[in-house]
């Protein structure tokens, strides 16, 4: 069992540049949240798809963040422009359940730095 | 909102030594989970509960849910070195679609 896969899982780059950041829940699993984690803020859930469906993106920051889920089996969550304040861990988590309140696996996340 | 709110913060304990981790919730929960995060790791499952007053035991972690579906705790024994982690609780809402509201996670530092 692969688990859920996230790239990269490092990337650093400069303020005003683009990112993508990639996820692949587990297979079967057809609900898939993406989360980013900061000491300040903790974790934050940023969108929630159900059968490739965006349900809930109320946590999303702002315009400069998007996210897709073209097909069950892949997902990116794009920031541009980026700023410093994005800096911060991001996590995808997918559940085989289609309420987001089952148990969520997580995957390893990307840790972002914006300099 | 509602909120989960855990409580310490943070929590040094000797090796050893027993200590509690709370999470409390400003409104009654469907169920809550438990997850842990090791550092540099990313939140694992641990537990969910369930029904009123549910207690759970996981060797020497010991989980409870309140009779009011508001609160739960997670209770370890004897905690040792590999006890080093941050625990999240979670609670499932039982509005919103159902969305699970993570704690700020209590962060447990275990002195050998």
């Known amino acids: 069992d692969a688990g859920v896969i996230q790239s990269p899982r490092h990337e650093v780059t400069e303020m005003g540049q683009e990112v993508t950041l990639r996820c692949k829940p587990i297979?079967?699993?057809?609900?898939l949240f993406w989360y980013r984690q900061t000491m300040m803020r903790g974790l934050e859930l940023l969108i929630y798809?159900?059968?490739?469906?965006?349900?809930?993106d109320s946590g999303m920051p702002e315009d400069r963040f998007s996210a897709k889920m073209p097909n069950a089996s892949f997902s990116t969550l794009k920031i541009q422009p980026s700023e410093p304040r994005d800096s911060a861990v991001y996590f995808c988590?997918?559940?085989?359940?289609?309420?987001?309140?089952?148990?969520?696996?997580f995957g390893p996340g990307t840790r972002l730095l914006v300099l | 909102g509602q909120q989960v709110m855990q409580i310490p913060q943070y929590q040094h304990v000797q090796e050893g030594e027993d200590f509690t981790t709370y999470c409390n919730s400003s409104?009654?929960?469907?169920?809550i989970q438990w997850y842990k995060q090791r550092p540099g790791g990313h939140p694992v499952f641990l537990i969910q509960?369930?029904?009123?007053?549910e207690v759970k035991k996981q060797k020497r972690l010991t989980f409870q849910f309140g009779e009011a579906k508001k609160n739960s705790s997670l209770h370890i024994t004897a905690t040792q070195t590999t006890d080093v982690g941050t625990y999240f609780c979670?609670?499932?809402?039982?509005?919103?679609?159902?969305?699970?509201?993570f704690g700020a996670g209590t962060q447990v530092v275990v002195t050998p």
């Open positions: 988590a997918s559940t085989p359940e289609p309420s987001y309140g089952e148990t969520q696996y």
């Open positions: 297979s079967g699993h057809n609900s």
């Open positions: 798809f159900n059968n490739n469906v965006p349900i809930d």
């Open positions: 409104t009654t929960l469907s169920n």
């Open positions: 509960l369930v029904k009123s007053g």
């Open positions: 979670a609670g499932r809402r039982t509005d919103s679609w159902g969305k699970l509201q």
